[in-house]
């Protein structure tokens, strides 16, 4: 079984700021793993994902995420946080090869940005 | 462009009444999803389609309903047994093969 946590409703930075929201999973099996940006009243898209290939993943918009199997963790940075960047974030896991339906959603964290 | 349409993107209802939910898409993505998102949560699977005139039940599929005659089309009537339809409803789809999802832009709901 899969799960995951993302730690932290609300995170608040600074334009120009280090984002890192954070993010750790449980998993039976090594896992895929997904980061998805939500603006508000508006769909999820896809930042980026993890599918056992390298461990530091690049995404959309200057994100990145990092793969730790020690840690479980899978969390999510920019280095320069920009307005624009203001929305929901959201974790999720999957098993490898397992059906989208099976996708297990973290409860989200908040982005604000301060200028 | 190819993407999914929802519609309305509000609408409002008042207790006791079904009301149905569009989901239209033109990606050619064989499986189509339903999340109910509440503030504060995650996305939660209410019904999901892999295949025209099949589909399962998610984890919160008390009080929803959905068909799938069409490839392009999958449905959800939010009906008045579902005690609690106030939420954000997300459609997605993907291709079976990635299970990468693509959402559309939400109906918000909302029961006077």
Known sequence: AQSVTQLGSHVSVSEGALVLLRCNYSSSVPPYLFWYVQYPNQGLQ????YTSAATLVKGING???EFKKSETSFHLTKPSAHMSDAAEYFCA???PYSSASKIIFGSGTR????P | DGGITQSPKYLFRKEGQNVTLSCEQNLNHDAMYW???DPGQGLRLIYY???VNDFQKGD???GYSVSREKKESFPLTVTSAQKNPTAFYLCASSIVRTGELFFGEGSRLTVL
Not at chain 1, 111 to 114: C, E, M, P, Q, Y
């Open chain 2, 60 to 62: 919160i599929a008390e």
């Open chain 1, 111 to 114: 982005l604000s940005i301060r």
């Open chain 1, 63 to 65: 994100f990145e995420a």
């Open chain 2, 49 to 51: 389609s892999q295949i």
């Open chain 2, 35 to 37: 999340y109910r998102q």
């Open chain 1, 93 to 95: 896991v999957r098993a």
């Open chain 1, 46 to 49: 896809l930042l980026l994902k």
